[in-house]
Every structure is written in C-alpha cells, then in structure tokens.
C-alpha cells in the first residue's frame, strides 16, 4: 500500500467514524448519544416519571450535562432535569441495559424503557426489556460490572 492510499484510508476511516454515532465521555461516563450528538434522540427523560410515556423533547427546551445537551418538551421539564439530572437520566448513560449485562456498549432506545426501583433503564430492543422484567437485579449487576470498567 502506498503512502497516498493509506492516507486515503485514514481519511475516510476518520470521516466514517465522525458520521457514526458514538458515547461521549464526559465526567469519566460515557453518554450515548445519536448522529447530531443529542442524548436518547431527544426524548424527555423526565417524561417517562411525569407521564409515565416517553415522549419527544425540543431543541428549545435543554439542559446541560455530562458534557451534553439534553432536550425535554417543556421548560419546567428541563428545569427539573437540571436541578437534580441524576434522578432522571437514563443509567448506564443511556446504553442499552441488556447490552451492557453482555458487556457489549449499545445504543438505548427511548421507546424501550423500564423504572425499576427509581431508576431509569433504556433497552435497544422490546426483546430486552422482556429479559429485564425476568430478572432485574442479575442483569443490572452483570451491567453495573462492565459499565464500572467504562467510566
């Protein structure tokens, strides 16, 4: 391979891996966030304790943390989120929780998602949330251990 191929190569390796979404680390955790960098592709995470629905948020209405922009649907929503963000962001950073129990770093889906025990778990697949409900504890464990070796 010549010198010109394999900076050809760089460059589009390093143009690929821009266009892909990818966990931004921040305050040593890692958030998943989507292609224009928004976490849980802007769905309101304080929507899912309020209304118990998820629920499409705005650009309008943010809030920072963890080195990201959140979006909610309504300022009192985001306001909440930024008075205490820990008790309504997703854990796990928004990854999906079955992946991360086979120490495998995924996306959540917002559409996917369990409260158990106070706390917010996204899931990449209905299949996953399914697992969850059969034994919550043994997969947030197995999660919890390979989610420690990323932050």
């Not at 010198?3 to 955790?29: D, E, G, N, V, Y």
């Not at 976490?39 to 629905?53: F, H």
């Not at 649907?73 to 990854?95: C, E, H, I, L, Y």
């Not at 209905?126 to 251990?145: L, S, T, W």
């Amino acid at each position: 391979m010549t010198l010109l191929s394999r900076r050809k190569m760089m460059h589009i390796s390093a143009s690929t891996a821009a266009l892909c979404p990818l966990p931004l680390r921040a305050a040593s955790a890692p958030v998943s966030v989507n292609s224009a960098g928004v976490p849980i592709d802007g769905y309101d995470t304080t929507a899912y304790w309020q209304m118990a629905s998820a629920q499409k948020g705005t650009a309008t209405y943010t809030a920072s943390w963890r080195g990201v922009t959140w979006q909610f649907s309504s300022q009192k929503n985001a306001d909440v989120f930024a008075t205490t963000p820990s008790n309504f962001a997703p854990q796990f950073g928004g990854f999906c929780t079955r992946a991360m129990s086979f120490e495998k770093v995924v996306n959540g889906n917002p559409e996917v998602w369990r409260i158990y025990e106070g706390k917010l778990y996204l899931f990449a697949r209905p299949v996953g949330g399914e697992k969850f409900d059969e034994g919550q504890d043994a997969m947030i464990a197995k999660a919890q251990a390979h989610w420690e070796t990323m932050a």
